[in-house]
């Protein structure tokens, strides 16, 4: 825990200034977090401040403060995949209006802003992101939880509050669809993998 | 495929998971990550707070309406003599204002024939 349950129980009291401190407390890792989620640094403090207005306007419905962190990670969880839904949707309609010369041109001139370090990186999140593209949006997060956060099953077993079996089987599915969609890529594209790592 | 393949691409993917994670450091927060969050809590709280004195006033405006039906329905209005007569004195009473017409109508008189 990063924070005392005194100060969560004064925050739950209306106690601002306690707020304040849970927040600053665990901004940056609820950032991190969301960053790995959705994949667009762009929007990550947008969807972090979701988590922490929902934190603010629930707070008073956690019972035991003993179970705060999985409660945060749940609040996380479902503001990531509130923000990838309506991403998708968005997606969806702007796509449609572009012709697909337009979308790599578009995506050519982003790219050139951006030194090769950056550039890398960003190849890596879309090649990710298109991966983890052909899961559904709460697989995906489910995925990213497990294999890139490395929380292990206990902890997501108390942030989803479903049995561990139900994880492992949801778990195994997702990660072979991936899995499928990654033996199907460019295997050019592959071997760059490796070679990043 | 080859299971050996298969396990390639398993550890493949393991590492390009943990290239991904390296990619995706955590950003620092902007210095109005705080008063951005505020506003965003007073708006919201702002937000709620109109909409429950608007519940308020509708519940209030509800009960008055009820309370006013209640008294307008409780206040005996059925002051005149008609309705307080028995059916057979109302009858004989002679307030049938349009006996003597429907009289007429049923029995014309010889010469109108």
């Known amino acids: ?197 | 495929m080859s299971s050996s393949y298969r396990g390639g691409d398993e550890r493949s993917l393991d590492a390009l998971f943990q290239a991904y994670r390296d990619a995706c450091q955590a950003p620092e927060p902007s210095p109005n990550f705080m008063p951005l969050l505020w506003q965003r809590i007073e708006a919201r709280q702002n937000y709620s707070f109109f909409f429950g004195r608007l519940a308020k006033g509708i519940v209030t405006a509800a009960v008055a309406i009820c309370l006013g039906m209640a008294v307008y329905l409780s206040v005996p209005r059925h002051s005149s003599a008609l309705f307080n007569e028995s059916y057979v004195e109302a009858l004989s009473g002679g307030h049938n204002l349009d006996a003597d017409q429907l009289h007429a109508d049923l029995f014309p008189e010889p010469d109108e024939m």
């Open chain 1, 1 to 197: 825990m990063l924070v005392d349950f005194e100060l969560i129980k004064c925050a739950q009291n209306g106690d601002g200034v306690a707020f304040n401190e849970i927040v600053l407390a665990y901004r940056k890792r609820i950032l991190g977090t969301i960053a790995r989620l959705i994949a667009r640094p762009e929007d990550v403090e947008d969807v972090g401040q979701e988590v922490f207005l929902r934190l603010y306007f629930s707070l008073d419905q956690l019972r035991t403060p003993e179970v705060f962190e999985p409660w945060l990670h749940r609040l996380t969880v479902n503001a990531a995949y509130d923000y990838l839904r309506k991403q998708r949707r968005r997606m969806e309609s702007r796509m449609s209006d572009l012709s697909e010369q337009q979308v790599v041109m578009a995506d050519a001139q982003a790219g050139g802003k951006i030194d090769q370090e950056q550039q890398e990186q960003k190849r890596i999140r879309e090649m990710v992101d298109s991966l983890l593209g052909t899961v559904s949006e709460a697989d995906r997060l489910l995925l990213t939880l497990k294999e890139v956060e490395g929380l292990s099953l206990k902890e997501l077993e108390k942030i989803y509050r479903v049995n561990e079996n139900a994880l492992k089987v949801r778990l195994f599915r997702a990660r072979q669809r991936v899995l499928k969609a990654f033996g199907a890529q460019d295997p050019r594209g592959k071997d760059s993998a490796k070679a990043e790592v």
